[in-house]
């Protein structure tokens, strides 16, 4: 058995279309994996998936110390949670409404912030301090605002560029040719060229237009992006929109709750 001082944690980050497990001694990732998030797999099946995973990968049920999990699929959380504590043999802490994170949510209704955001700002914040906007990549771009004081203030919501492509995939005759990625000319000289250029500087001048927006209410700002795809986080950061790209954001999220929740009372990190 591993002593728990040297042991793994896990992270687990399921969304709408795909979920990430990150493996992690201290505060480095040591192995990460993706699935798909398929709303019809039962329990078992996602107890079998994450043995297979385990079985394959580079360490063991045994190995791991604690888990945390954020799910932003009401329909699914209680079977991926019951599932990775059959796997582990441990219950994971499972980020959502009522535990204490360390994140004032300043916003109507806190319960709409999903676990993932909330996890992206704690990351955030500890990364590059307050205030912060976190530019999370996924279906939609989204703009979480972290005010001075460290508190969730709220948030700018936007369609991302992959559901952009989608959109004009499934209206139009247009299809993209090539992955997303910065033109060489902004001019495109056929109409697949047109359309990725079209589609990554639209998507930047989006993204430019919602961070002036941020920042007109709250003052300056850094930003840090986070999803997918990784060559558009990239390509922010190389456009001077974002300050860095971090892939496991919302992960490293879930680390520092991990480690509140288990600090013992008045040693709150």
Request: hydrophobic share 50%; with cysteine; net charge negative.
């Amino acid at each position: 058995m591993t002593d728990a001082a040297d042991g793994v944690r896990l992270t687990v980050d399921v969304s709408n279309r795909q979920t990430r497990i990150a493996a992690w001694r201290a505060d480095d990732a040591i192995h990460d994996w993706h699935l798909s998030t398929a709303l019809d797999r039962t329990k078992d099946e996602w107890t079998l998936w994450l043995r297979r995973l385990l079985a394959d990968g580079p360490l063991r049920a045994a190995d791991v110390t604690a888990v945390a999990m954020a799910c932003v699929v009401p329909s699914i959380a209680d079977d991926v949670a019951a599932a990775l504590a059959s796997a582990l043999g441990r219950a994971p802490l499972v980020v959502g409404p009522g535990l204490r994170t360390g994140l004032s949510i300043r916003t109507e209704d806190p319960r709409e912030v999903g676990p993932d955001r909330v996890a992206n700002a704690i990351a955030a914040t500890q990364l590059v301090g307050a205030p912060v906007l976190v530019l999370d990549l996924s279906t939609a771009v989204t703009v979480d605002v972290i005010g001075p004081d460290g508190d969730y203030l709220g948030a700018l919501i936007a369609p991302g560029i992959e559901l952009a492509a989608e959109a004009l995939a499934a209206r139009t005759s247009a299809r993209l040719q090539a992955p997303l990625a910065r033109p060489e000319r902004a001019i495109g000289s056929d109409t697949a060229s047109g359309l990725g250029s079209g589609l990554v500087f639209g998507f930047l001048g989006q993204v430019e237009g919602l961070i002036a927006q941020a920042r007109a209410e709250i003052g300056p700002a850094p930003a840090v992006a986070t999803g997918e795809p990784a060559a558009i986080g990239q390509l922010l950061v190389d456009e001077a929109l974002a300050a860095l790209y971090e892939p496991l954001l919302t992960h490293r999220g879930l680390l520092a709750i991990l480690d509140r929740v288990a600090a013992p009372s008045g040693q709150r990190p």
